[in-house]
């Protein structure tokens, strides 16, 4: 199926039945268990009961209809199939008891409304299946692994193609944050106060990781991956559905929108990368520049000042609005990136705004900077800062040794894409 790793279809299952089982577990699956996962506690549960949900609709829609609400009897039925599940443990407790009255009814808590009631709301269960995914028990490839899996509703071997590891790998590592969060007793919920506020940067950098391994791949053969970014822009705009009010949400979104816009331009027919400066802006997606757009005014308006995903997106503003790279209100991007370096520093912060000062003041003035952040001993073993300093020195016609930096940066480039960008600088440099 596409998304989930649910049931094959059976060939001869009539195809109204066959679709609309394909199209609710595709639009709904991550409603459909985290509303299971609220109701038993328990997610590893959830995800079986749902898929054990899935595999009786296959029988009974395409032999009896399709019901009224997809999802509202997919959750109902999952229900039932957690008070067997209960009752094979022997657990009649008050958490049994509750689920065997909702199984009774068909209905379920006053949460579940959405689901069972009202198929195209998104309630809060989904937000808390996210805080619970990107639970910091659970290492980052964890969260990223099972956000993608439940969430997401992604495939285990879609996962592996995603990052480039083995199906078994993922399996593993989705097998073992499941375990984790039942032994560490995880609540399913939405935390409160500070809580949620250091929860959601961890959903935030798992969101971010994803469409950022898209949109530069780190290994493979191409350049970008846009299954996996837009997998990233979707969890974004759910997670700014759910939390419309949180700043950081909808400046991430308004970052991953204005990214994204520029993807038709940034691959050549062949494959190759093609430079900012030489893309054709006239490709650039312009409805998903509106969005972005719209996405970062609301998150100036949500909270004092932009956060650090803010910035990013104000700083991706300067260019989608930009007609070329020369006209880019270049000073007011070094603004954003000292702001952007006070609120968030880090090496790469700090590169990116050289760059910035190059363009706004000179190439001299950014190599200047480039040179104190290579002192300090920052971003050793990254192709990044040897790539930036030899542009700049091949700016000031200081070819010998922007000829040895850019091959360095080409020997220590992870991409194939990127590398053949810093040959093809190094083979239009004068000889000798």
């Known amino acids: 199926m596409a998304r989930g790793d649910g049931p094959a279809l059976s060939p001869d299952a009539p195809g109204e039945g066959r679709a609309a089982v394909e199209a609710v577990w595709r639009t709904s699956a991550a409603r459909i268990v985290a509303t299971l996962a609220r109701s038993t506690g328990d997610l590893a549960l959830a995800e079986d009961v749902a898929q054990e949900a899935l595999a009786e609709a296959l029988v009974s829609w395409p032999r009896d209809g399709v019901p009224a609400n997809p999802a509202g009897w997919l959750v109902t039925s999952g229900r039932r199939r957690a008070v067997d599940a209960f009752r094979r443990r022997a657990a009649l407790d008050d958490r049994y008891a509750a689920l065997a ?52 509703g992604l495939t285990t071997e879609e996962i592996g193609r995603a990052f480039l590891v083995p199906t078994a790998t993922v399996q593993a590592r989705i097998t073992r944050a499941k375990k984790t969060l039942s032994a560490a007793r995880v609540p399913f919920a939405v935390p409160s106060g500070p809580e949620r506020r250091e929860r959601l940067a961890s959903v935030l950098a798992v969101v971010y990781l994803v469409f950022t391994e898209g949109s530069t791949a780190t290994s493979g053969d191409d350049l970008l991956r846009p299954d996996l970014a837009g997998e990233g822009v979707r969890l974004a705009r759910v997670l700014a559905h759910l939390a419309p009010d949180e700043p950081e949400v909808l400046g991430l979104l308004a970052l991953l929108e204005l990214t994204a816009a520029r993807f038709p331009a940034r691959v050549a027919d062949d494959g190759s990368a093609v430079l900012l400066e030489d893309q054709d802006r006239r490709r650039w997606d312009r409805a998903a520049i509106r969005r972005g757009r719209a996405a970062r005014a609301a998150a100036g308006r949500a909270g004092n000042g932009l956060g650090a995903y803010g910035l990013q997106a104000a700083i991706a503003e300067c260019h989608a609005v930009a007609p070329s790279v020369d006209a880019t209100d270049w000073e007011r991007v070094v603004l954003l990136y000292d702001a952007l370096g006070r609120l968030a520093p880090s090496p790469v912060v700090d590169l990116n705004r050289a760059v910035a000062v190059a363009m706004a003041h000179g190439p001299a003035a950014g190599l200047a900077l480039v040179a104190r952040l290579a002192d300090s001993g920052a971003l050793a073993g990254s192709h990044l800062l040897p790539s930036v300093r030899g542009e700049l020195l091949r700016r000031l016609g200081r070819d010998a040794e922007a000829r040895d930096d850019l091959a360095r940066a080409a020997a220590l480039c992870p991409n194939p894409r990127e590398r053949r960008v810093l040959q093809d600088k190094i083979a239009a440099l004068p000889a000798g």
């Open 101 to 152: 009255r909702d199984a009774g009814r068909g209905d379920g808590p006053a949460g579940d409304a959405d689901l069972l009631h009202d198929p195209d709301a998104v309630g809060d269960d989904v937000l808390a299946l996210m805080f619970v995914a990107c639970h910091p028990v659970l290492s980052r490839e964890a969260q990223v692994a099972l956000t993608l899996r439940v969430v997401g």
